[in-house]
């Protein structure tokens, strides 16, 4: 079973807008961590947002934030005032307590597109 | 900056040849990781490590094999290359429960 679910395989928005890309994921662990990742067409793996499943507050990083609802089991990346530069595959990824936090499982990803 | 290098970046290699894929990092992180993605597809997890002498097999069956002597250095090793194995290789490295810096990746295409 898919540990890691990115149901839009495609998005598009216009550029300044704001964008969500959603991420679902499956664990029984209580202690599991959540990162995105982004990556150009020139094939680079960019982290850029993390959130701990003990966080109390959704991780921001500059125009990246973290929607994360833990009861639903969902780690959505929102991306403010899209960019030109912004479209890439992004992929969703988690650590679990249970492998030690030592494998990282990524999801399928979503492709953005943003269109000027 | 992340200090992660893998050589070569790209191989054309005949059907049965032995290569090794190497993956070095200066960043004196724990853990290593090797990754098989298409273009525009998903990584798939084929081995990792966390430490000197600790190899773990990931969810993608691979007939590939890795070893991890030092902790600056993680290769991956196939015996008997084949056109199957014509992907993308991705190499991460990271310290903790931290965030993967990766390489800039090894692109594979067997004949």
């Known amino acids: 079973a898919q540990k890691i679910t990115q149901t839009q395989p495609g998005m598009f928005v216009q550029e300044k807008e704001a964008v969500t890309l959603d991420c679902t994921y499956d664990?029984?662990?209580?202690?599991?961590?959540l990162f995105w990742y982004k990556q150009p067409s020139s094939g680079e793996m960019i982290f850029l947002i993390y959130q701990g499943s003990y966080d109390e507050q959704n991780a921001t990083e500059g125009r990246y934030s973290l929607n994360f609802q833990k009861a639903r089991k969902s780690a959505n990346l929102v991306i403010s005032a899209s960019q030109l530069g912004d479209s890439a595959m992004y992929f969703c990824a988690m650590r679990e307590a249970k492998t030690s936090y030592d494998k990282v499982i990524f999801g399928p990803g979503t492709s953005l597109s943003v269109i000027p | 900056e992340a200090d992660i290098y893998q050589t070569p970046r790209y191989l054309v290699i005949g059907t049965g040849k032995k290569i090794t894929l190497e993956c070095s990092q200066t960043m004196g992180h724990d853990k290593m990781y090797w990754y098989q993605q298409d273009p525009g597809m998903e990584l798939h997890l084929i081995h990792y490590s966390y430490g000197v002498n600790s190899t773990e097999k990931g969810d993608l069956s691979s007939e590939s094999t890795v070893s991890r002597i030092r902790t600056e250095h993680f290769p991956l090793t196939l015996e008997s290359a084949r056109p199957s194995h014509t992907s993308q290789y991705l190499c991460?490295?990271?310290?903790?429960?931290?965030?993967?810096?990766f390489g800039p990746g090894t692109r594979l295409t067997v004949l």
């Open positions: 664990t029984s662990d209580q202690s599991y961590g």
């Open positions: 991460a490295s990271s310290r903790g429960y931290n965030e993967q810096f």
